[in-house]
């Protein structure tokens, strides 16, 4: 069983499209992230979810809205998609004082 | 502000070369101690980690890394490397309620 997973593993799409990547993790984690990895693969957190609570949330542009329906789902909304925001997006789990786990990633491709 | 910092950006190295690899970290207080590995196109993958005891530790693939305190390091390292650890290295710290936090990665190329 995939302990962390991510849908789309790619997605592509037009500038101005609003988009969602979905996450779910089955390793009974209560802590969930969202991290972005750039073209010069630079790793970023932008949010954290403990117990379905946002607790982290980085310098993200509101356009960006997480949500978690229940603490082994994170999903992660963007709206009015824009050229910069095309990367790698990671989902990740972890549980104090653990590791913590990454998903496979979906890469976005804004046109 | 916090931060994790890795030395070197690009490492070329010949098969059979030892490899070394720089990480600092600028918290105080107790950390867990990571590095990740990215293959080319594909995900994180946990090379090792450190969260107490020997300071040693080893991972998978021959990697091995020493948390020496005083310096706040994390050094990764391997004796003799292959074409196939082509990839891009990254040091990760976490604190316990925070998120784990990266440096910038270092690319490491293995010539045949």
């Known amino acids: 069983d995939t302990a962390v997973s991510q849908t789309p593993k790619y997605l592509v799409t037009q500038m101005g499209n609003d988009k969602s990547i979905k996450c779910e993790q089955n390793?009974?984690?209560?802590?969930m992230y969202w991290y972005k990895q750039d073209s010069k693969k630079f790793l970023k957190i932008m949010f954290s979810?403990?117990?379905?609570?946002?607790?982290i949330n980085e310098t993200v542009p509101n356009r960006f809205s997480p949500k978690s329906p229940d603490k082994a789902h994170l999903n992660l909304h963007i709206n009015s998609l824009e050229l910069g925001d095309s990367a790698v997006y990671f989902c990740?789990?972890?549980?104090?004082?653990?590791?913590?786990?990454f998903g496979p990633g979906t890469r976005l491709t804004v046109t | 502000a916090q931060s994790v910092s890795q030395h070197n950006h690009h490492v070329i190295l010949s098969e059979a070369a030892s490899l070394e690899l720089g990480c600092n970290y600028s918290?105080?207080?107790?950390?867990?101690l990571f590095w990740y590995v990215q293959y080319p196109g594909q995900h994180l993958q946990l090379l090792l980690k450190?969260?107490?005891?020997?300071?040693l530790v080893k991972g998978i693939k021959g990697f091995e890394a020493e948390f020496i305190k005083s310096k706040f390091s994390f050094n990764l390292r391997k004796p003799s490397v292959q074409w196939s650890d082509t990839a891009e290295y990254f040091c990760?710290?976490?604190?316990?309620?925070?998120?784990?936090?990266f440096g910038k990665g270092t690319t490491l190329s293995v010539s045949s």
């Open positions: 979810y403990n117990n379905k609570e946002l607790i």
């Open positions: 990760a710290v976490k604190k316990a309620g925070t998120a784990l936090i």
């Open positions: 918290y105080g207080g107790t950390v867990n």
């Open positions: 990740a789990s972890s549980q104090d004082p653990g590791g913590v786990n």
């Open positions: 450190y969260f107490s005891g020997d300071p």
């Open positions: 390793l009974g984690h209560d802590t």
